[in-house]
């Protein structure tokens, strides 16, 4: 069992940067695949981007490439999601998942483990 608190949402201005974290309470860390999610009103929830376990492969969705990037501390069990040049169109809950096998990183099914959510939020 594994809980995700994520942090660092809030409200900032197109081009600005946030930086999210996702603190995962576990003494396996590094055994999870670890991906950021976000789900904009009356969306589905997309993927956003991913890391493996190591931290070596980095996964993104094409709206944030070039502008997100993802890393992880698995020494203090966090996930980071570092974005810059926010746009309105980011908007969003997102969303931290785990899980300790993931086949497609982009897929929603395959976690099994979920944040609550911290709200981002983009004005123009």
């Known amino acids: 069992q594994v809980q995700l608190v994520e942090s660092g949402g809030g409200l900032v201005q197109a081009g600005g940067s946030l930086r999210l974290s996702c603190a995962a309470s576990?003494?396996?860390?590094?055994?999870?695949?670890m991906g950021w999610f976000r789900q904009a009103p009356g969306k589905e929830r997309d993927f956003v981007a991913a890391?493996?376990?190591?931290?070596?492969?980095?996964y993104y969705a094409d709206p944030v490439k070039g502008r997100f990037t993802i890393s992880r501390d698995n020494t203090n069990n966090t996930v980071y999601l570092q974005m810059n040049s926010l746009k309105p169109e980011d908007t969003a809950v997102y969303y931290c998942?785990?899980?300790?096998?993931?086949?497609?990183?982009?897929?929603?099914?395959?976690?099994?483990?979920w944040g609550q959510g911290t709200q981002v939020t983009v004005s123009s």
């Open positions: 890391v493996s376990k190591s931290g070596r492969d980095q």
């Open positions: 998942a785990a899980d300790r096998k993931v086949e497609k990183p982009g897929e929603v099914n395959e976690y099994d483990y």
């Open positions: 576990t003494r396996t860390f590094s055994l999870y695949f």
